[in-house]
Each structure stands twice: as C-alpha cells, then as structure tokens.
C-alpha cells in the first residue's frame, strides 16, 4: 500500500503540471507557437541533459556480470516492444499508428519507474533500473524517431539525422563519462543537473496546453484501450516469464517488470507535436495510460 500511495503520489505531480499547462493555454499565456518553441527546447536542450545525466554512476567489478545482463536483457525486451509496435496496430490509420508503435516502445520509465523501483526495491534495486532504462532511451532516440520521421528519399540522410540526434548525443557522451569517470566541474554539473530536471515540468505543461482541444467525446477511442492492454499487461508479462525463463534473481525480475509496466512517456504527445502526427491522440494515450497504470502497475507488482 505505501508503494501505491508513492506511486499515485508522482502521477498526482505530473497532473498538476498538466492542469498548469491548461490554464495557461486557457489564458492565452501558450499558444501554438510557444508550444512547438517549448518543444524544442524539451527535445534539444533539457532532455538530452537529462539523458546524460542518467548515466552519471558508478558500476563495481563484481557487479559488471550482473549488469550486463540487466542491459541483455532490457534490449531484448524493448526489441519485442518494438517488433510488436509494427505488427498489432495494422488496422489503424498511419498517424494513429505511429503514436502507438512509439508509445509500446517507449514507456515513462525514467520519470515515474525510478521512484517506485526504489520505493519497492530500495538502493540496489534503484542501481539495476538506471541500467535497465538505457535501451528504452537508445531505442526511443533511434526506432522511436524514425517510427515519426521516415524520410524515404535518403536513408543514409535519415539514419544520420537519427544518429546525430541531440539526444543519441548524450547517450554517446553519457557511456563515454560512465566508462572513464572523468571529473566535471561541480558548476556544470550543477547546470546538466537543473536542466536535466525541467524536462518533466515542462512536458507536463506542454500536455497540459495540448489538453485544451480534447472533448469527453475524443475518450471513446476503444483503441486507447487496447494499447493500453498491450502496454500495460502484455509487455510486463512477456517480460516476467521471459526474465525468470532466463533464471534472473528476484531483485532483476522485479526491476524489469515493473519498468516495463509504465504507462506511456510523455514524449509521445511530443514527437506526435514535433513530427506533424495527431498530437491531440497522443496526449490522449498518455493520459489515459497514466490513469490505467494507477489499477495494472499495483496488480502486475502482486506478480513478482
């Protein structure tokens, strides 16, 4: 109960951001020019800080082994996200199924699956899951970019675009300064850190602001709820037997499941918003995630 109630408490934060995000809009503080500046400035300069952050620790010889496999593991089942993103949502129009395909494959697990990981599974636990989540930010900046941007002219242009991306940039940076621990300036690293940290605020706003075009009517989208199907107990459960199958403690398989169990990231309403796709569906399967995750993340953690 005390993990659920931390749990209902972050979801509680990012919908005060978002009910921010709407008033703004509302009073005409955000419009549709500030909203693609903002994105922007989420995309290329606060969420790659934060990527970069993300790596900033340290692994001891004896947990290399253990680690290693925590990364295998996570690749493949963000490979199985990804491979399952193209083949299940066939039946919906293209811009619909872009924004599902990124959302299987990319879930909130930095913002919201950090906290309850350590609420549950305390400071090893917390260690595991910052290795855990590296392949979802690798493959959110590469598969997840080009479910948006397929340009079909160049696919040499097109997987540079991907490979330089502001936030593949930091993941190169952040694997080079975890492998060599080299010493930054406490006043940069102060800088990284308070950047790094407005992202979530800021995507929250933004949902929020995008939140003024949805109707009640806009939420009987039966599938919302069969993404969240997948998302939500598909993927967790694959993850389950799939991890014990492959014998991995019971602080591992906790870790991964309910990582995997996170509901949408935010970036789904962006990159739908950066990348001309239905930003206002987007926001929708964020929020309407968040909501299903409060009753399936307490149900899946039952599990392990």
């Given at each position: 109960m005390d993990s659920f109630m931390k749990m209902l408490s972050t979801q509680a934060l990012m919908l005060v951001y978002m009910l921010v995000g709407y008033y703004c809009n509302k009073k005409k503080i955000f419009d549709k020019a500030t909203e693609i500046k903002l994105t922007d400035f989420v995309l290329q300069i606060t969420m790659p800080c934060m990527v970069f952050n993300s790596f900033n620790m340290k692994l001891t010889m004896e947990?290399?082994?253990?680690?290693s496999f925590c990364l295998a593991l996570s690749f493949a089942i963000c490979g199985t996200?990804?491979?399952?993103?193209?083949?299940?949502?066939?039946?919906?129009?293209?811009?619909?199924?872009?924004?599902?395909?990124?959302?299987?494959?990319?879930?909130?697990?930095?913002?919201?699956?950090l906290p309850i990981v350590s609420s549950i599974l305390g400071e090893e636990g917390l260690v595991l899951a910052a290795i855990f989540i590296i392949p979802n930010r690798i493959f959110m900046w590469t598969a997840g970019i080009s479910i948006f941007s397929k340009e079909s002219g160049?696919?040499?242009?097109?997987?540079?675009?991907?490979?330089?991306n502001p936030c593949m940039i930091a993941v190169y940076l952040g694997m080079l300064q975890a492998a060599i621990q080299l010493p930054i300036p406490e006043f940069l690293q102060k800088s990284?850190?308070?950047?790094?940290?407005?992202t979530t605020p800021i995507s929250m706003l933004l949902i929020g602001s995008m939140l003024t075009a949805l109707t009640l009517d806009s939420f009987k989208d039966w599938s919302i709820v069969y993404y969240g199907f997948i998302r939500l107990a598909v993927l967790p459960i694959f993850a389950l037997v799939f991890m014990k199958a492959l014998g991995a403690n019971d602080i591992l398989v906790a870790c991964g499941v309910i990582l995997t169990?996170?509901?949408?990231?935010?970036?789904?309403?962006?990159?739908?918003?950066?990348?001309?796709?239905?930003?206002?569906?987007?926001?929708k399967i964020v929020l309407t995630s968040v909501l299903l995750s409060m009753i399936s993340i307490p149900l899946i953690t039952l599990l392990v």
């Amino acid at each position: 109960m005390d993990s659920f109630m931390k749990m209902l408490s972050t979801q509680a934060l990012m919908l005060v951001y978002m009910l921010v995000g709407y008033y703004c809009n509302k009073k005409k503080i955000f419009d549709k020019a500030t909203e693609i500046k903002l994105t922007d400035f989420v995309l290329q300069i606060t969420m790659p800080c934060m990527v970069f952050n993300s790596f900033n620790m340290k692994l001891t010889m004896e947990f290399v082994k253990e680690a290693s496999f925590c990364l295998a593991l996570s690749f493949a089942i963000c490979g199985t996200a990804w491979l399952l993103g193209k083949f299940v949502y066939n039946r919906y129009p293209s811009d619909k199924k872009s924004i599902l395909q990124y959302a299987t494959l990319v879930n909130n697990c930095g913002f919201l699956g950090l906290p309850i990981v350590s609420s549950i599974l305390g400071e090893e636990g917390l260690v595991l899951a910052a290795i855990f989540i590296i392949p979802n930010r690798i493959f959110m900046w590469t598969a997840g970019i080009s479910i948006f941007s397929k340009e079909s002219g160049n696919k040499g242009k097109a997987l540079l675009k991907v490979l330089m991306n502001p936030c593949m940039i930091a993941v190169y940076l952040g694997m080079l300064q975890a492998a060599i621990q080299l010493p930054i300036p406490e006043f940069l690293q102060k800088s990284l850190t308070g950047l790094g940290n407005c992202t979530t605020p800021i995507s929250m706003l933004l949902i929020g602001s995008m939140l003024t075009a949805l109707t009640l009517d806009s939420f009987k989208d039966w599938s919302i709820v069969y993404y969240g199907f997948i998302r939500l107990a598909v993927l967790p459960i694959f993850a389950l037997v799939f991890m014990k199958a492959l014998g991995a403690n019971d602080i591992l398989v906790a870790c991964g499941v309910i990582l995997t169990a996170m509901p949408a990231g935010s970036t789904a309403a962006l990159m739908a918003q950066k990348y001309g796709a239905d930003a206002v569906y987007g926001t929708k399967i964020v929020l309407t995630s968040v909501l299903l995750s409060m009753i399936s993340i307490p149900l899946i953690t039952l599990l392990v």
